[in-house]
């Protein structure tokens, strides 16, 4: 059998901060390292003994590499392996796009294999995780393999430092044999304390499965190589899938008595927000640095990462994104005209402000959200004088946790809601079905009265195992305390007066008031509305109920799927449910409804019904895997699935004289009053 | 033969961060740790099987321990083993006293050992290492023990914490029995870059012995409990060993092109300067946080650490301190006036400043010192919300190595130099010795031209081993770069004319220009002189040359003993050259003079030799060891040996009408002018 197998390519994820010749997962298999791939201190120890035997002892197996020439890729190769890897900063984006090139440039998987070994190698690991994991999502041979999680092998990025201590602490004093190893507990206020009202939302923040989806949208839609990058409707998924966050965290806000997150308009104001992370970078002294209250971002200067820009570019950027958008019309490249149309309008910008690879002027219109996150991660060392690395806004795995991610992304949101508001509403016919009635909505959680839903916390256990250098291997768990919330399924009674159709079923929440306990009017509800499900109905004569259960959402990915231990237990390769790889990408499900109040904060459930042969995407590719997630990742290999803009009908002010959500109704949709109550003395474990 | 020897006492401090039932030593011997000394996870795992027989196979020992009785100190074991302790927070200085008096209680040396097996098992590991090393200091029967360097055990508070990783990692890829471990590098600019102009001092800074005599100071010099902090002219010797150590700085920093340091007068104001100390708090997420330009000092209110004041506090406090210097005299607790007496005074002051258990009122006169270094080190979360500790400033062992230590320490010195100038100018009297005169004054390095020092890089490494947790034994050392100068003989040509003598000498240097490049006067220059030697010479009648060597100095210890590595060559109890005890206080010996500059930094070498008639002190006790670095340091159980005011003859401004050194003069002082050359270029391994 081949040593190219997607199983042996998955060892090389493994404890990315060992050497490429240590023993690799539970198996200890020992990987055959050519001698010329090695560097340095490995090459010294390898003249003296090849380094494969050093830990052959314990170990099952080894799994031979043909050697291939050295890639002759001295940008990648000069990361030094303790730097943060951001892929916000351009030159790493760059060593990544490299990376990612040459390996998809392998004219078989057995170079493929030889050439991940060289890079696992002599990369940084997060570089070459970065580079292996959309390398193997991109390849046709390897994208049905299952990547490791990246919280258990950088759990660094994920945990509390104190718990990884501890962790390592209780496998040296445990004995292997006797199967005594306890599972530590992470405390849920770590990161802070309730007198930061910020803390409150650290619970949203620091959910170990909001901030993998981030990571994962990011491996799905890199920004670099332009033909990896060049997704359909990619620039508008970028709004969306982020605005989307917003209203979430919004409505979260909401529910812990907070008023909603202020834009960050002004790039020279000091900012408020104070957030330190916990987070300990074990394999350096590149700890992941705190920022306190009022720091001030600065013109970045940073050789090391030939980043360079001025807070008067960021500036500049944002004026011309709204200098297109006042005018209608982006300048190309050329100088030309570029309309903005109602069709494309939208992705054109989101491109623009990421901007990705697809921007129409990368030169005019610049690199405003990268960048932005970039000056804010350097707040503390604008030009590298203290040879400091970035913050957690540096890195997508980890900028969520922030407060003042929401904050920027406010801003970036208002350059998008800026130019929606200058389509017209939707006229009543294009949100009308024709003789499609929604007479009732309610959502049911079982035994309990309709109308109510529940949140409560969850204890639930991770394996670290994989991510701990040089500890004994077998499983170390970690119990972290989420958000989670009882089942619940929808209720739609329809009546279709017309012939046998296809309906699109749009499922959405909103806050009913706002923070000042005003109710909210349309113009500010919309902004608010969280996608919760959205599927496609047969619509046969007469009355029908359709059932959905909460589970299904289009939105989310099944707990199990982000959590699952792939070192426990390997599912085969097909098995649906333990699948992480393009699949790994969406919304985590603990975390579809928000926390709600201990005593029921009102909500407004909102469902339209619209007409699937206005909605329907032409595809002619057959494969149908990985759209559990759809509506915030897309569907792999495939278009959008749905013809309308993202965020339909919410996306758009309404239109004339339409003041209230009751104002904008069409009889294909309903609205119904849901409260959610938050158990708040409960802990499941 | 006792288990409670020094030897074994010794082996509690090893690996500190490792539970209490892990081998010690390099002979991996176990302490059987009586099971009611045992709490939480280590109780359950003992209750499955006896800890001591975990790692009882690789162990040449096991030593035995009589239980004594639960000490009840509920306060000390309330702090958390991830907490950092700090010395200048009163609840943890509190805490550390409950400690020290139930050790030094203890009735016999058994009981000693059992009382310091319990407190290993359950306090602090920081905590734990500073009460058992004062302790050990102040008992009888163990002041004579070698202590472990800090460095050894702690070397995160030293180490750039990349170092300590692949310290890490060099044991785990190399096989024991091969002797192949490598000795890891320190890179010398790993905490910043010279864009920092800061940065130019790092070397002076992050220096580890200066790091270990502060806090070796610190550690001789308690300021509680009061039976222990009461030693002869405490206060005194905390204001000079500071104004030396600013005396110092600013020679540095002239020599490198530095004005000299600002004092920290408004404590409203924001701190320019910038530090992060890239070192990695391994045990925990408590990382040592950096601190940005800019931060501003706020009101400090910590109720984990009972630590309560405001700014106002402190300004407040400063101006009492100046009122009784302007005064002329301190209010007591009763309320009674104390006069500041040229003799007491600074005594007097110094107490009430830092402020130790022998202020005169510290109800009123507060506690400036400490809470300084305290709101400086809480300045990125003064009211705790964010759960983070102090940063370096927080702790002895690392506040000089943060350039905000200096500018606070020059407005500590600013109220000593203010009541210095209070007094009178000595007298031409009280400076001259009749009969004596010194003739002539020269340095000699061998081999090279009079009046000419050399100092120059030098490559020196030191065992991490005792120091990083749960790894294989065996040493495994790490290169840092240090300042070292060439040997150098002090040559002094006296003649007496009177009757045969005995002589104080006195030697200091100081810069010759000020940062303007203007000839220094009198009053400023004398704050600028760095006391290099001090001794007692008997003079003959006549012409004598007396010589003297420069690793005699009365203010360092030898470079041996700062690095000496008692895992590797342990000495017998009494071989003098490696005892770490009191003796382990003194300025390390390679940072005997400054730099100098690569052209020749020009400096005034002075002598004095003084009428020991008028110097000496009465002491009846017979002890005399651990005088070497008594300029700073004083001598173990005895008074200062020097009568003199510390500092003399430069702690006050001159008498009237002299404004240069010149006319400062009395025909037995001498002064020559002297270069420091810089070799740049050559670093010595």
Same mark, same amino acid.
């Given at each position: 059998?081949?040593?190219?197998?997607?199983?042996?390519?998955?060892?090389?994820?493994?404890?990315?901060?060992?050497?490429?010749?240590?023993?690799?997962?539970?198996?200890?298999?020992?990987?055959?390292?050519?001698?010329?791939?090695?560097?340095?201190?490995?090459?010294?120890?390898?003249?003296?003994?090849?380094?494969?035997?050093?830990?052959?002892?314990?170990?099952?197996?080894?799994?031979?590499?043909?050697?291939?020439?050295?890639?002759?890729?001295?940008?990648? @190769?000069?990361?030094?392996?303790?730097?943060?890897?951001?892929? %916000?900063?351009?030159?790493?984006? /760059?060593?990544?796009?490299?990376?990612?090139?040459?390996?998809?440039?392998?004219?078989?998987?057995?170079?493929?294999?030889?050439?991940?070994?060289?890079?696992?190698?002599?990369?940084?690991?997060?570089?070459?995780?970065?580079?292996?994991?959309?390398?193997? +999502?991109?390849?046709?041979?390897?994208?049905?393999?299952?990547?490791?999680?990246?919280?258990?092998?950088?759990?660094?990025?994920?945990?509390?430092? @104190?718990?990884?201590?501890?962790?390592?602490?209780?496998?040296?004093?445990?004995?292997?044999?006797?199967?005594?190893?306890?599972?530590?507990?992470?405390?849920?206020?770590?990161?802070?304390?309730?007198?930061?009202?910020?803390?409150?939302?650290?619970?949203?923040?620091? &959910?170990?499965?909001?901030?993998?989806?981030?990571?994962?949208?990011?491996?799905?839609?890199?920004?670099?190589?332009?033909?990896?990058?060049?997704?359909?409707?990619?620039? @508008?998924?970028?709004?969306?899938?982020? /605005?989307?966050?917003?209203?979430?965290?919004?409505? @979260?806000?909401?529910?812990?008595?907070?008023?909603?997150?202020?834009?960050?308009?002004?790039?020279?104001?000091?900012?408020?927000?104070?957030?330190?992370?916990?987070?300990?970078?074990?394999?350096?002294? #590149?700890?992941?640095?705190?920022?306190?209250?009022?720091?001030?971002?600065?013109?970045?200067?940073?050789?090391?990462?030939?980043?360079?820009?001025?807070?008067?570019?960021?500036?500049?950027?944002? =004026?011309?994104?709204?200098?297109?958008?006042?005018?209608?019309?982006?300048?190309?490249?050329?100088?030309?005209?570029?309309?903005?149309?109602?069709?494309?309008?939208?992705?054109?910008?989101?491109?623009?402000?990421?901007?990705? =690879?697809?921007?129409?002027?990368?030169?005019?219109?610049?690199?405003?959200?990268?960048?932005?996150?970039?000056?804010?991660?350097?707040?503390?060392?604008?030009?590298?004088?203290?040879?400091?690395?970035?913050?957690?806004?540096?890195?997508?795995?980890?900028?969520?946790?922030?407060?003042?991610?929401?904050?920027?992304?406010?801003?970036?949101?208002?350059?998008? !809601?800026?130019?929606?508001?200058?389509?017209?509403?939707?006229?009543? /016919?294009?949100?009308?079905?024709?003789?499609?009635?929604?007479?009732?909505?309610?959502?049911?959680?079982?035994?309990?009265?309709?109308? !109510? +839903?529940?949140?409560?916390?969850?204890?639930?256990?991770?394996?670290?195992?994989?991510?701990?250098?040089?500890?004994?291997?077998?499983?170390?768990? *970690?119990?972290?305390?989420?958000?989670?919330?009882?089942?619940?399924?929808?209720?739609?009674?329809?009546?279709?007066?017309?012939?046998?159709?296809?309906? *699109?079923?749009?499922?959405?929440?909103?806050?009913?008031?706002?923070?000042?306990?005003?109710?909210?009017?349309?113009?500010?509800?919309?902004?608010?509305?969280?996608?919760?499900?959205?599927?496609?109905?047969?619509?046969?004569?007469?009355?029908?109920?359709?059932?959905?259960?909460?589970?299904?959402?289009?939105?989310?990915?099944?707990?199990?799927?982000?959590?699952?231990?792939?070192?426990? #237990?390997?599912?085969?390769?097909?098995?649906?449910?333990?699948?992480?790889?393009?699949?790994?990408?969406?919304?985590?499900?603990?975390? +579809?409804?928000?926390?709600?109040?201990?005593?029921?904060?009102?909500?407004?459930? %909102?469902?339209?019904?619209?007409?699937?042969?206005?909605?329907?995407?032409?595809?002619?590719?057959?494969?149908?895997?990985?759209? =559990?997630?759809?509506?915030?990742?897309?569907?792999?290999?495939? #278009?959008?699935?749905?013809?309308?803009?993202?965020?339909?009908?919410? &996306?758009?002010?309404?239109?004339?004289?339409?003041?209230?959500?009751?104002?904008?109704?069409?009889?294909?949709?309903?609205?119904? =009053?849901?409260?959610?109550?938050?158990?708040?003395?409960?802990?499941?474990?």
């Amino acid at each position: 059998m081949s040593a190219a197998t997607a199983d042996n390519l998955l060892l090389l994820f493994d404890r990315p901060n060992e050497p490429i010749f240590t023993p690799k997962g539970n198996e200890k298999k020992i990987i055959q390292v050519p001698e010329e791939y090695l560097r340095g201190r490995y090459k010294e120890l390898n003249s003296a003994d090849a380094v494969e035997y050093r830990f052959a002892s314990g170990s099952s197996e080894r799994i031979p590499v043909k050697p291939i020439p050295n890639p002759g890729l001295a940008l990648p @190769e000069s990361l030094k392996k303790d730097a943060k890897f951001s892929l %916000f900063i351009p030159l790493h984006e /760059q060593m990544a796009t490299q990376v990612i090139d040459f390996l998809l440039g392998m004219k078989n998987m057995e170079d493929f294999w030889a050439a991940a070994v060289y890079f696992r190698a002599n990369l940084n690991p997060q570089l070459f995780n970065y580079a292996l994991s959309v390398a193997m +999502l991109h390849s046709p041979e390897t994208q049905d393999s299952d990547l490791y999680p990246l919280h258990s092998l950088f759990p660094e990025k994920f945990f509390d430092g @104190e718990v990884l201590y501890r962790a390592r602490e209780e496998v040296e004093i445990t004995r292997p044999e006797a199967d005594e190893r306890i599972t530590i507990d992470i405390d849920r206020n770590f990161s802070g304390s309730d007198l930061d009202i910020e803390h409150r939302l650290a619970y949203f923040r620091e &959910d170990i499965g909001v901030n993998l989806h981030h990571w994962h949208w990011h491996l799905v839609y890199p920004t670099s190589p332009r033909d990896i990058a060049d997704k359909d409707r990619r620039g @508008e998924l970028f709004f969306y899938m982020h /605005q989307q966050i917003l209203a979430r965290y919004n409505m @979260e806000r909401f529910c812990n008595n907070l008023s909603r997150v202020k834009r960050l308009t002004n790039f020279r104001d000091p900012i408020r927000e104070a957030y330190f992370p916990k987070l300990t970078a074990t394999q350096s002294s #590149k700890n992941w640095v705190g920022r306190g209250s009022n720091a001030v971002m600065q013109d970045i200067s940073r050789p090391e990462e030939n980043l360079f820009f001025d807070i008067q570019h960021l500036e500049r950027w944002r =004026d011309r994104l709204f200098d297109a958008i006042d005018l209608g019309y982006v300048i190309n490249t050329k100088g030309e005209k570029v309309q903005l149309t109602e069709k494309n309008g939208i992705d054109i910008l989101g491109n623009m402000v990421e901007a990705s =690879d697809l921007s129409i002027n990368k030169p005019y219109y610049g690199n405003l959200h990268n960048m932005l996150h970039m000056a804010i991660a350097n707040i503390h060392d604008p030009d590298f004088r203290h040879l400091e690395f970035a913050s957690v806004m540096g890195d997508s795995a980890t900028a969520m946790r922030d407060p003042v991610f929401y904050r920027l992304h406010m801003a970036i949101d208002d350059i998008f !809601q800026t130019y929606k508001s200058t389509l017209p509403g939707y006229p009543v /016919q294009e949100l009308y079905f024709r003789n499609v009635r929604v007479n009732k909505l309610s959502v049911q959680v079982e035994g309990k009265d309709e109308n !109510q +839903l529940f949140t409560f916390w969850k204890k639930s256990a991770v394996n670290l195992s994989n991510g701990l250098d040089f500890i004994e291997r077998g499983a170390i768990y *970690t119990n972290f305390i989420h958000l989670q919330h009882q089942p619940f399924t929808y209720n739609i009674e329809v009546s279709n007066q017309g012939s046998e159709r296809k309906g *699109t079923v749009r499922i959405f929440i909103a806050p009913k008031y706002d923070e000042r306990g005003e109710t909210l009017l349309y113009k500010d509800q919309r902004k608010f509305f969280v996608e919760l499900d959205r599927f496609t109905v047969d619509l046969s004569k007469g009355t029908q109920m359709i059932k959905r259960k909460s589970e299904h959402s289009s939105v989310t990915i099944p707990f199990e799927r982000t959590y699952r231990d792939l070192g426990k #237990k390997r599912p085969g390769f097909g098995e649906r449910l333990e699948r992480f790889n393009f699949c790994g990408c969406g919304w985590p499900h603990n975390m +579809l409804i928000a926390k709600g109040t201990e005593t029921g904060y009102p909500c407004q459930l %909102f469902v339209m019904v619209s007409n699937f042969a206005d909605d329907e995407v032409e595809d002619d590719s057959s494969s149908d895997e990985c759209k =559990d997630a759809m509506s915030y990742c897309g569907v792999r290999n495939k #278009k959008y699935p749905d013809a309308r803009a993202m965020g339909f009908p919410f &996306d758009r002010n309404a239109r004339e004289d339409v003041t209230t959500l009751e104002e904008f109704m069409t009889p294909n949709m309903k609205v119904t =009053d849901v409260k959610i109550f938050h158990l708040g003395n409960k802990i499941d474990s």
